[in-house]
């Protein structure tokens, strides 16, 4: 491996470490400085604040269906998370592997082309 490979390795693998660092403490700061806060979905707190608005407030949809406990729930939107995170992640890696290829193809052809030249 050349010595600009390695640099440019030991430089990605510093970046990585870093980012994960940030996302670790990103995670964990808020529970050791908040530890008896209520961390309620965005739902519940939108529902209590239309409450304090108005008290006769009544929901006009319902949900169809109502998972049997909290952990199910939990599972579906970390499944549903799962999925989209995938997707996401999919559709960013073919890009830049046909971003990669497309490279790779044209500096194949300039090679030929420049083989072509020298004979």
């Known amino acids: 491996m050349s010595t600009e490979k390695k640099i440019k390795k030991n430089s990605m693998l510093k970046k990585n470490l870093i980012l994960t660092v940030l996302v670790v403490a990103i995670a964990v700061i808020p529970l050791l400085f908040l530890k008896h806060a209520a961390f309620t979905g965005s739902d ?3 529902k209590e604040e239309i409450i304090k608005i108005d008290a006769n407030y009544k929901p006009w949809f319902s949900s169809i269906w109502t998972p049997p406990s909290a952990e199910v729930e939990s599972l579906l939107f970390s499944l549903q998370a799962a999925i989209g ?3 996401v992640c999919f559709f960013f ?3 830049k592997g046909k971003a990669k290829g497309k490279a790779e193809a044209k ?3 300039k090679e030929k ?3 072509g030249e020298k004979n």
Do not use: I
């Open 113 to 115: 082309v420049n083989e």
């Open 44 to 46: 519940d707190q939108a």
């Open 85 to 87: 995170s995938g997707v």
């Open 93 to 95: 890696g073919y890009s």
């Open 107 to 109: 500096s194949v052809v």
